[in-house]
């Protein structure tokens, strides 16, 4: 609105105000007009003023501001005054008036514009060339001119499609291109075919002509040369004519438009008198009532099929044509030179054409679609017309009777479209046993699987946008919306199975049992009694889930034996203090004092308070040696205890031992005690071994509890919904180990596990079905009433399975009922009345005729149509028109016979057959009247009464056609189980049928129905589709024994390839490289260091090796016991082989030693080590001390000092220790999962920095940083077999008839296989043969030749014929005529059209007269390319007429030749090449051929034209001489050529001929010459022997090189054979023996040599 407003108004604005328009692009030129040089000297000659100095400047316009979008916005500028030079000025130097405005109008673009403007694309116009730089032209083009063609284009404003300045446009998208780069292809010059054969003679006697054509191939294009002439001609003679030649032809001429006789009134008037008293006559003869009721009923219909017939207006008139004489020149002479005893008729009847006649249109229809929606298509809405009358001899069909057009419901009362969208029902319970029972069939039974598994669900469509507010209202909230058909949802299908995974439940994991505790009470806090319990613990290490849940299918936890005094608290020494002598003596008897700590049954330290019940042990009795008294060891620790348990066969023992260190002096000293007193030994594990301990069953189901009913709401409980909680209960029971169940009262009572504990009862699922669909729709009309549908049915789905003890799905998902039969249809037939009496041309017409009899002759005759229905009720012409086929014939020529004319019967019909093979049936007609009497009605030639015809021969035989189809499984039902189909169900494989299509035929070799055969269509055959079988593995074998005993190794287990797969089963899974054989599974392990310890005895008595007996001293050895045992919590247990323990860390067993005299200082052993300082540094030391245990005496050896250091050396006496991961392990699953979520470990290593494993507690005891992560989830991929749809029904036979008709049907892959699975099988689509069916069609014969009739030329008619053939609808089968009754259900309908044209006026050219042939066919269809490459140009077709003249001397007369092109879509790129024959003398054929094979004149290059001349200047005419490639004379073979001195051939002489014999030559010793004929072939057969021909003499005459070159070598040759039979008899000398002499040192040299 505002954009054009905006224009009018700057349109009618004065030319002296600058226009503002809604974009100033015309603005900038006139503000820059006053800049140049000329504009300002016509401002100042208009002024006749001195120049101006000073100018008006601005800027450009900016951005256009306003608050509302559209026209109403502002823009603004600067303007400013500047000097002529260009610096800025003051405003008042420059003129007020001629200031520009700063500010203008402007239309502001918001982005909603972007929807009601857009730019409007111009077509290309043509393309024009750029003009080259060199105006030189290359000879050859190549691929064509570059040019260059431009478009308009325009922003336009949509709805009301009016201009609006492009700055709105280019505010949402920049301007396109308004030119391009084009190109102006190559000139292409016409090209056109061969010429034909040359025609027979015009003339049979005399001179004649005779002529060829050809055609146009490819038109002329991008102002290529126009074509040749199509036609040669050339004169011929003919034997001498014997009559005159014929001179004048009798021409007919074209017939006039069809006339209307004389009007009804003229007629009428002439006849009324005569009229009036016929009736008056008739009245009185018809006297009988009954008659005259006849004859007025008569009349009656005759006029009520007048009135019926109103939708044809049938008008019979006549016509005429001249005919007139001719000469051969083509001028009219008089009619007497034409001598003919009856001449054509110039007049007939005809029907006078009449136009289609309709009514106007209806109203529109309402529309078709009648809610609102943006996204689905539009409705349409139609009106309609009906046909008032219908044409006739018009060739012109009636308009459209009916138009469609795409419409919206649009306005308030219009409710939105159903939209609709894909619903899923919920997912089945994951299943694994279907990927189970792939994988191996035993474990297919198994309960409880885990892992990876599959799941399912049905996807149903449903109507998506119902009312939802009253769909909640009056539904629970999973009610779902009822299915519809599943057409509607056009989005794309949810997947319907997917991956799954149950949880594996992990196994309760617990660890070693502890050491037996001490004796305590059953409850520290209520202690009663005397009895007690030693209680021994394990914990959970790995929680277990899944399964019954929780702690209950943990073994148990705990262990107890009674035993009596119990305490909760003891005191426990820590260590023993040093050995103080009483009454602060040196030495002698002292006490040694215990530290100790009070701790609780577990062992744990707690408040010394608590031990305040418990006996604090007493100070021990010791003795701190006195000098010279004897000296022994403390005692060792206690080991650990023989037995666990104490019975009566068993009794737990511990030992402790000490040494003599120093023997006592001999004077004075304590002696050292008897061998027996260096052992203590003592009771343990005094309790009896009956252990008792508490079982659990497995926890019961989940009960609803009503105590806690009030807790009935929906919650949510470890993060899971739950309706309410429940309880659970377990067995609890006593039992005594290795025994079985005990009274309860054996084991602890308040460490009983409960029995009770609250659980989560999940909530119930009711099942939840949608409601019903709608039932499925009957045959509703008439038409459909074949379409085997007989019962209706309607379905719904279950979107909820019933959980939990909610309601099952009881009521049945489908219904189904039967159809009611629907209305049979309605058959509509044309009914012909009878024909109206024949109109004749008006005798006014007729009777200048010579010939003419009046009231005869030939005419039309006309008759009514109606239609009725089948039971004769009458009918609407429009009901026929659509249902009963073509409409009857209206006219059709007839004859009132003349006096002359004979009178025949109407034909009768054919007799029958009597079935026999060959036989005939017959029809006759007879001659009425005074017909009988005339000669010529008698003559059977002109007249026949009698037809014969062939019967139908039965006679037919089968055969097979086409390949064999798919193997094709029975279709057995498929169990469907939840919604799921139970793998396996679904028969893939077995035994299935093939089928090949039988075809039937008659004796003819026609194709009839398979029924008359006696076949039904098929020949079948069994076939077999091979089973899958996947690969098969063994089972796991036995893992093997961890890799290290210390620390963390890995241990394997593996599986062997037992079957490889085929016929497309589940492929192996990868294998191992070596032996292809093998799955490994490695996963690490950890051996505990110190499961097998080196256990020592203590050291054995030092015995002294150099005996000093008198003090019992000095050095000596001493030995001690080692062996390795097993370690366990309650100490080292049993000796085990030395293997098993580390061999480094063996103590030694045997070490040197000093005993010290009895007056020496005695040290203790030495302590421990001190640690080394980390990181190892030999400038660091550790060090271990001994503490002095006696004193000297006066002359003893005194102490020394009891401190020994060593500097701290890497990894001998100091080491470093570091954590070391192992690497992952592979995916572990579940015992009872072969896929889906597993774990991945690896374990931790405390590696000593000598590279051993050691002990975790070294690396934990510094402390060290764990920051990997152990354990990681990972997925074992499921192998997943492919999953198919079931297969679609057959569709219909892609071919309605013939021999290749297939049906084929589909399936899908709803499942794609994963990982290992079964890959999906290649055939995805099965076809099979239809059964074979003929094909019948209308077709027609070939046009008869052009018939004038009883004249020579002019305008005659050709006719043909419809007749129905049979094909098998491949293109090779020709069609062969069949009876008419094949073709009675088909539509006559030939080409598309419906309209047959079996007769057509044709032109018969007169003797002399040029004409045009007929077109020729349309040419293949031909793109523009380059080196096959399409231009882009589009195909083009082209056909042609050519000229034909029959008199040279009508030539000026002679139209032009015509051509006719039209564009066509399956072009080809052609290519056109020069083609030459092998030469032929001096000559050869050269032409050029398209790259399809034909022969064509133009199209090749003319420039690239091989010769098709080589003759020789002058030329070859020496015999036996002939013209070579290089245009020179050369002598054939065996002739020598004989050059003249200027190098020209002078002659060519014979040479001889050397024949050499050959091995099969049985005369090979005879050697023969003879003279050969050089053209006559040689009669040796080749390879056998050869000729060579030996010319010793050049071109020139003279004799060649290469015989004096044999002349000299024979020469030698003789010299030499006589030199050496010379030789060879010469006698010859002694030789002399001073030479020997001579000789023999260099043979001792050469054999030394030799030696060397």
């Not at 020469?1611 to 010379?1622: E, K, N, R, T």
Request: charged fraction near 25%.
């Amino acid at each position: 609105m505002g954009l054009r407003a905006e224009r009018s108004a700057s349109g009618s604005r004065s030319a002296a105000g600058p226009r503002r328009g809604v974009l100033q692009l015309s603005l900038l030129p006139l503000l820059l007009l006053p800049l140049l040089p000329g504009a300002r000297g016509a401002a100042a000659q208009g002024e006749a003023e001195a120049p101006t100095l000073y100018l008006w400047k601005t800027g450009p316009w900016g951005r256009c501001m306003g608050d509302e979008c559209g026209p109403g916005g502002i823009q603004t500028r600067a303007v400013w005054c500047a000097h002529v030079e260009g610096w800025t000025t003051l405003h008042t130097n420059c003129k007020p008036a001629q200031r520009p405005n700063n500010q203008q109008n402007c239309f502001k673009v918001c982005d909603w514009h972007k929807e009601l403007y857009d730019w409007r694309l111009g077509p290309w116009n043509q393309c024009q060339p750029v003009i080259s730089k060199s105006l030189e032209k290359p000879l050859e083009c190549i691929k064509g001119e570059e040019g260059i063609q431009v478009r308009e284009i325009t922003c336009i404003q949509k709805d009301r499609d009016i201009p609006a300045e492009d700055i709105i446009c280019e505010y949402f998208e920049p301007k396109p291109l308004l030119e391009q780069a084009c190109l102006i292809p190559c000139q292409q010059d016409c090209i056109v075919s061969e010429f034909s054969a040359w025609s027979e003679c015009s003339k049979t006697c005399g001179s004649g002509l005779q002529h060829r054509t050809r055609h146009v191939v490819a038109p002329p294009q991008f102002g290529g040369s126009s074509c040749p002439n199509l036609t040669e001609f050339q004169v011929c003679q003919s034997g001498p004519c014997e009559a005159d030649e014929l001179l004048y032809s009798l021409h007919v001429g074209p017939w006039s438009t069809c006339s209307v006789p004389h009007s009804r009134q003229v007629r009428q008037a002439r006849r009324r008198g005569k009229n009036k008293d016929r009736e008056r006559d008739r009245g009185k003869g018809v006297k009988d009532p009954e008659a005259r009721e006849l004859i007025k009923k008569k009349r009656n219909r005759n006029r009520q099929n007048r009135q019926e017939n109103k939708y044809w207006d049938i008008q019979i008139g006549y016509q005429t044509r001249e005919v007139t004489c001719i000469n051969k020149t083509g001028k009219a002479a008089d009619l007497s030179f034409c001598q003919q005893e009856k001449l054509p008729l110039t007049f007939q009847s005809c029907v006078i054409t009449k136009e289609c006649q309709v009514s106007e249109w209806s109203e529109w229809s309402p529309c078709s679609k009648t809610c609102q929606d943006a996204a689905s298509p539009a409705g349409t809405r139609g009106r309609t017309r009906t046909i008032r009358q219908f044409p006739i001899g018009d060739e012109k069909e009636c308009p459209e009777l009916e138009e469609k057009e795409p419409c919206l419901s649009q306005g308030d009362g219009v409710a939105p479209c159903a939209t609709y969208g894909w619903r899923t029902t919920e997912w089945t319970e994951c299943r694994v046993d279907p990927l189970l029972s792939q994988q191996d069939k035993r474990r297919g039974n198994q309960t409880a699987l885990c892992g990876g598994g599959i799941q399912t669900r049905e996807a149903y469509c449903v109507q998506a946008n119902e009312n939802l507010l009253s769909h909640l209202n009056t539904h629970k909230g999973r009610e779902a919306s009822k299915p519809v058909d599943l057409k509607l949802c056009t989005g794309p299908v949810p997947n319907t199975t997917q991956l799954c995974h149950i949880p594996c439940p992990t196994e309760c994991e617990v660890s070693p049992w502890s050491a037996w505790g001490p004796c305590t009470y059953e409850n520290c806090n209520d202690q009663q009694g005397k009895k007690g319990f030693k209680l021994r613990k394990r914990r959970i290490t790995n929680e277990p889930t899944g399964g019954s849940g929780g702690t209950g299918n943990c073994p148990h936890l705990l262990e107890a034996i009674p035993c009596e005094e119990p305490s909760c608290y003891d005191w426990k020494a820590v260590r023993l203090g040093d050995c103080e002598p009483d009454n602060g003596m040196e030495c002698g008897p002292g006490t040694q004092v215990q530290e100790v700590v009070c701790i609780n049954s577990d062992g744990e330290e707690v408040d010394r308070q608590l031990c305040r019940d418990a006996i604090f042990p007493i100070p021990v009795a010791c003795d701190a040696p006195c000098p010279k008294d004897c000296v022994l060891s403390a005692w060792s620790t206690w080991s650990s205890c023989s037995h666990t348990c104490s019975g009566k066969t068993t009794e737990g023992k511990q030992i402790r031992a000490r040494s003599i260190l120093a023997y006592a002096g001999e004077e004075g000293g304590i002696h050292c005690p008897n061998i027996s007193a260096l052992q203590e030994v003592r009771s343990c594990n005094e309790h009896p071994c009956t252990v008792y301990h508490w079982q659990t069953g497995p926890w019961g189901q989940c009960i609803e509890d009503t105590s806690v009913s009030s807790f009935n709401t929906t919650t949510t409980w470890n993060g899971e919904a739950s309706c309410s909680i429940g309880m659970q209960t377990r067995k609890v029971i006593c039992v005594r180990v290795n025994v079985g169940q005990v009274g309860p009262k054996k084991c602890p009572e308040s460490l009983r596990p409960e029995t009770v504990r609250p659980c989560l009862l999940p909530c119930k699922k009711d099942c939840i079905v949608t409601p019903y669909s709608d039932w499925t729709s009957c045959p509703s009309s008439c038409k459909e009433r074949d379409s085997g549908v007989r019962k209706q049915s309607r379905h719904r789905v279950i979107i909820q399975m019933p959980a939990n003890g909610g309601r099952d799905c009881t009521d049945p998902l489908y219904e189904e009922k039967s159809c009611e039969a629907p209305p049979v249809c309605q058959s509509y037939r044309w009914k012909t009345h009878k024909w109206r009496r024949c109109q004749l041309v008006p005798w006014s017409v007729q009777q200048d005729s010579p010939g003419a009899q009046e009231g005869c002759g030939p005419g039309r005759q006309a008759r009514a149509i109606t239609c009725r229905k089948q039971d004769g009720g009458q009918a609407g012409v429009h009901e026929c028109l659509q249902y009963a086929g073509p409409v009857p014939a209206l006219t059709q020529a007839c004859q009132i016979p003349c006096q002359d004319d004979c009178q025949l019967t109407s034909w009768s019909k054919f007799s029958s057959c009597n079935g026999d093979c060959g036989a005939v049936r017959t029809r006759k007609r007879t001659i009425v009247g005074k017909s009988k009497k005339k000669e010529k009605c008698k003559n059977s030639h002109l007249y026949p009464l009698i037809e014969t015809q062939y019967c139908p021969c039965d006679k037919y035989n089968a055969q097979p056609v086409g390949n064999w189809s798919d193997c094709i499984l029975p279709e057995g039902k498929v169990e469907v189980l939840l919604g799921m189909k139970v793998q396996g169900d679904i028969k893939e494989c077995g035994q299935g049928y093939r089928y090949q299509a039988m075809a039937c035929y008659d004796q003819n070799g026609r194709l009839v129905e398979t029924s008359r055969c006696n076949s039904h269509g098929y020949i079948e055959e069994a076939c077999i589709i091979p089973c899958p079988s996947d690969c098969k593995l063994s089972e796991w074998s036995n893992w093997s024994r961890c890799s290290k005993s210390c620390g963390s190794g890995v241990k394997v287990r593996s599986k062997w390839l037992r079957e490889k797969p085929y016929n497309g089963g589940r492929p192996c899974p990868k294998l191992d490289h070596v032996n292809q054989a093998q799955v490994y599974e490695v996963v690490p392990c950890h051996s505990d260091c110190s499961q097998y310890i080196w256990v020592t005895e203590p050291w054995s008595l030092c015995k002294v090796t150099f005996v000093n007996m008198r003090d019992n001293c000095g050095e000596g050895v001493q030995t001690r016991k080692v062996r390795c045992m097993q370690n366990t919590a309650d100490g080292p247990s049993e000796h085990v082989e030395d293997y098993l323990c580390d061999p480094e860390e063996m103590p030694l067993g045997s070490r040197e030693c000093k005993l010290p005299c009895p007056e020496d200082c005695v040290i203790s052993e030495w302590g421990p080590w001190t640690q080394c300082v980390l990181p190892c540094n030999q400038s660091s030391f550790r060090q271990r001390s001994a503490d002095p245990i006696r004193q000297p005496a006066d002359e003893g050896r005194s102490c020394p000092d009891a401190v020994e250091k060593e500097p701290c050396h890497l990894n001998k006496n100091c080491y470093h220790y570091d954590y070391n991961v192992t690497d992952w392990s592979t995916c572990q699953l579940s015992e009872k999962a072969v896929c889906g979520n597993g774990v991945k470990t690896r374990m931790l290593d405390c590696v000593r920095s000598d590279g051993k494993s050691v002990d975790l507690k070294y690396c934990e005891e510094l402390g060290l940083e764990k920051n990997w992560q152990m354990n990681t989830s990972c997925m074992v991929e499921c192998p997943v077999n492919c999953q198919l749809s079931d297969w679609s029904p057959w569709s219909e036979c892609s071919q309605t008839c013939g021999l290749t008709g297939k049906m084929i049907r589909r399936r899908t892959v709803t499942q794609p296989f994963q990982g290992d699975g079964r890959p999906c099988p290649s055939l995805m689509d099965q076809s099979k043969p239809c059964p074979v069916k003929p094909c019948y069609r209308w077709q027609y014969g070939q046009w008869s030749p052009c018939q004038v009739q009883e004249a020579q030329c002019g305008e005659g008619t050709r006719t043909r014929n419809i007749s129905c053939v049979v094909s098998d609808g491949s293109g090779d089968d020709f069609s062969k005529v069949v009876d008419e009754e094949f073709c009675a259900d088909i539509e006559p309908i030939i080409d598309g059209n419906r309209n047959m044209v079996l007769e057509e006026t044709c032109t018969q050219p007169c003797p002399g007269d040029c004409y045009l042939k007929d077109w020729s066919s349309w040419s293949l269809c031909q793109l523009t390319c380059v080196n096959g490459e399409d231009l882009g140009f589009g195909g083009i077709q082209v056909r042609s007429r050519a000229v034909i003249i029959q008199e040279l001397e009508n030539q000026h007369l002679c139209p032009e030749q015509m051509l006719e092109t039209k564009s066509c879509d399956d072009g080809q790129c052609y290519e056109y090449k020069w083609m030459a024959s092998a030469w032929k003398g001096s000559s050869r054929t050269v032409w050029c051929q398209r790259s399809d094979g034909v022969n064509v004149t133009g199209g090749c290059l003319v420039v690239s034209q091989p010769d098709a001349d080589r003759s020789c200047n002058p030329p070859c005419s020496q015999p036996h001489s002939f013209c070579s490639e290089t245009k020179t004379c050369h002598c054939e073979e065996g002739y020598t050529e004989v050059m003249s001195s200027n190098s020209t051939l002078e002659q060519c002489t014979l040479i001889p001929v050397v024949v050499i014999p050959t091995v099969e030559d049985k005369r090979g010793d005879v050697k023969t010459s003879r003279a050969v004929h050089p053209t006559q072939p040689s009669s040796n057969p080749a390879g056998r022997g050869r000729t060579w021909f030996l010319q010793p003499f050049g071109p020139d005459g003279r004799l060649k090189t290469w015989v004096y070159g044999v002349a000299a070598g024979a020469f030698v040759l003789l010299i030499f054979v006589v030199s050496m039979i010379y030789l060879a008899c010469k006698k010859p000398k002694k030789p002399q023996r001073r030479q020997n002499n001579r000789l023999k040192p260099l043979t001792l040299a050469y054999d030394g040599d030799a030696d060397m």
